[in-house]
């Protein structure tokens, strides 16, 4: 069995506060992300990625009610110092592999963890959700009041 990191363990609370617990999985198959079968799409899923998808796991997947993938939520790989080839060949191909089995894929930097973590921030799991996926507050109505 795969075991969290202190940061992995953070993300995991804040996505089970606000998603619950039974609907946010730790270390799910890629492949079983996408639904089991990866024949259905050639075009994004070729030989090599069918048993890249076998090897590989996500951090973190968002169920929906009947269990159903709908989100992965990982950490965006750092590149700062280094370039290691697993990530991109991950980033290659899990994004366009997720996206054909219309599962959305997320990914924070370990700044954003810390800055949601921060009693002090304004940045919230909400707030980075919103971002992310270009949802803006409909507080006011359409003549901008509140």
Known sequence: MDEMSLPEAQLFRLLTGFFGEDRVLF???VRA?????LSGSPQVCDAETREWAERNKCLFTVVDREDDPKMVV????DFSQYIEVEQLERQSRLPGLLKSHGVQYLQMSGKDL???LDPNSSLDLVAFLKDHFGIEDSSEDCCGEE
């Not at 992300?33 to 079968?37: H, Q």
């Not at 990982?74 to 790989?77: G, I, K, Q, R, T």
């Open 33 to 37: 992300v996408c639904g089991g079968d």
């Open 74 to 77: 990982e950490f965006a790989p």
């Open 27 to 29: 270390s799910m198959s």
């Open 114 to 116: 810390q800055e949601m």
